[in-house]
Each structure stands twice: as C-alpha cells, then as structure tokens.
C-alpha cells in the first residue's frame, strides 16, 4: 500500500493540522473572537491577584472564582454609575426635548440671529427612540456576550498552569527565557494600560467637579461621573457630554455661554486628559513612548475598534519587544 505522504516528517504534518484547526475555529467563532481577546488582556491583569490567593494556600477552583468574581464586580462598578446616572435624570432630557420652542432669537454684539429648532428637535427624538429600540434588541446579545467573557475569564485562570505547560511543551528548552520576557512584557502592558484608562477615567472626573460646579450646573457631581465614565470611550469621550450641554445653553439663549462651556469643556474634560495626562501615564505604566501609545492606540482603534485601545498599543508593545530580541541576538 502506497502512502499519501510518504516520508514525510510527522512534526511537519503535525504543523499543519495546527494550522488548519486554528483557521478554522477563529472561523467558526469569529463572533467572539474579540471577546475571547478581551478576557485574555483581563486574565492579564488579575493573574497578580490570583498567584496571591494560591500564595496563600487556597485551591486553584477558589482562586479562581474570586478573581472571577472580582473582574465581574469591576465592570459593573464601572458600567453601573452611567447607566443610573442617565435613566434616574430620563426625565429632565424628555422635558427639555418637549418644552423647546420652535425656533429662538437671541442678541449677538448687536446681530440678532434666529434659530429654528423644529427640524433639530424631531431629529434628537428619532435618535433617542432608535438608540432604545436598537439597545433594546442589543441585549440578549450583549448578555450572552457578557456571561461568555466571564466564562473566558474563569477558565484561562483556571488553567493557567496547564496553558503555560502547554506552550512552553511546543518549543525548545532554549526558548523557555524568550517565551518568559515575552510574557512579562505583555503582563506589564496589560496592566499598565489599564491602569492608564482608570486612572485617565478618574482624573477627568475630579477635573469635572469643579468644572460643572462653576459652571453653575446643580447635578455638577452627576455630570463629572458621566464625563469620567465616557473617558472610558475611546475619540468620543467627554466631548459628547460637552458639545450636547453647550448646544442645550445655546438653544435657551445663552450663545456666549454656550460657546464657553464647548470652549472650556473640549479644553480641560477632553483636551487635558487625553492629550497629556493620558501619554504621560502610558510612558510611565506601559513603559511606551508617546507617540508609540498614540500610534498604537488610534491603529487600533481604527483597525478593530474599542478593543483596540488596548490591543493596539500592546500588539506594538510585541513588535517592539520581538524588535529587541533579534537586535541582542544578532
């Protein structure tokens, strides 16, 4: 009997058979792909907490489970403020979009302008109804999403030990101190990176308070929590919250202070935050310069979105450590 492969060496065809069963499971579970990646950069950052409680005798299923469980807490600590914060004040948005008159002159260094307001007011309500009903339909979804991040979470813990095994089986004795430097880089970043987002995420909320506050905003503490929260959205962040109560002051009335809270908002809530604080915490905890985060962030962020914030810069973190290997051994 004649074989298909003949001589061929088994590590080769092993090799390929690898090759194959990842393409097609990243094809098969395209659809989680991100969220599994996701889990990963998290995985990441609670393994310190995790080695911890082993340290501390309790079992490999417990420590797992807590630091699972503390990942949970984390993000619905971080998501739950918005989410009360916006349907507890619903009605104040509902009642302003109802009471607007249908156009507006106001006064301007002598040159009165007239605004109207039917076409923009019909136009807010038709996003709003169509950002609930898609939100809406976007639960189970996002639910099912959720559930399968904490389920991804619990089992890279979990086996962390025998993943480690697993990978450090499949190369040389001689890539063990490679293979470690590359998991104490992406360790490092991880962490580091979202330790740049909190940390950004709760600079921007004490920069809030006392921005809305004189201001004269009454729910100053509500909106520097909105603001803090919507730094967690990458481009977009603060600026939103900003650039809807500057067009809300103008369609009262009020131009110039309108135009002073976008001027001083976009300033000190987007500008501030995003264009120096943020580098700076990035060259300090992720140990990337400037303009590597920028590079690594916004290419991220264009390339697979939000996720990218954080894939993004550690993805070039990689480059650059794999750069600096091939430069010490050649």
């Known amino acids: 009997m004649t074989r298909i492969f003949g001589e061929t060496p088994r590590k080769i065809l092993l090799l390929a058979a690898l090759v194959l069963a990842v393409f097609f499971t990243l094809w098969v579970f395209s659809a989680v792909v991100w969220t599994f990646v996701f889990a990963v950069t998290i995985v990441y950052t609670l393994y310190p907490l995790y080695q911890a409680l ?16 503390m990942s949970f807490l984390a993000i619905l600590l971080l998501a739950a403020p918005f989410f009360i914060v916006i349907y507890t ?41 169509e950002t609930a009903i898609e939100v809406a339909q976007a639960t189970p979804a996002i639910v099912l999403q959720f559930f399968l991040l ?23 004795e001689s890539f063990e101190e490679i293979l470690q430097g590359y998991n104490d880089k992406i360790k490092y970043t991880t962490i580091g990176l979202y330790v740049v987002q909190l ?11 006392p921005f809305f506050y004189f201001l004269g905003y009454d729910p100053f503490i509500s909106l520097a929590l909105i ?7 990458p481009v977009i962040g603060p600026s939103i919250l900003v650039i809807a109560l500057a067009l809300f002051e103008i369609l009262v009335g009020e131009f110039i202070f309108g135009v002073t809270v976008l001027a001083t908002g976009l300033l000190f809530l987007s500008g501030l935050p995003d264009l120096l604080l943020r580098p700076y915490l990035a060259d300090i905890e992720t140990g990337l310069s400037p303009s590597q985060y920028f590079i690594g962030f916004i290419g991220g962020l264009v390339t697979i979105g939000a996720l990218g914030i954080i894939v993004g810069p550690l993805v070039l973190a990689i480059l650059i450590k794999t750069a600096d290997i091939m430069s010490d051994r050649t």
């Open 227 to 233: 603001a803090g929260i919507l730094q967690f959205i």
């Open 54 to 69: 082993r340290r501390r005798g309790i079992s490999e299923f417990l420590s797992s489970i807590i630091s699972t469980f």
């Open 199 to 209: 940390s950004t995420g709760v600079l921007t909320f004490l920069i809030g308070l």
């Open 89 to 129: 004040r619903r009605d104040v948005l509902f009642d302003f979009l109802r009471d607007v008159p249908e156009s507006f002159t106001f006064d301007v260094l002598g040159f009165e302008f007239t605004v109207e307001t039917v076409m923009l007011v019909e136009l807010s309500r038709e996003y709003i109804t």
């Open 150 to 172: 904490i389920v991804f979470i619990y089992a890279l813990l979990y086996k962390s030990r025998a993943i480690s095994e697993l990978v450090l089986g499949m190369f040389p």
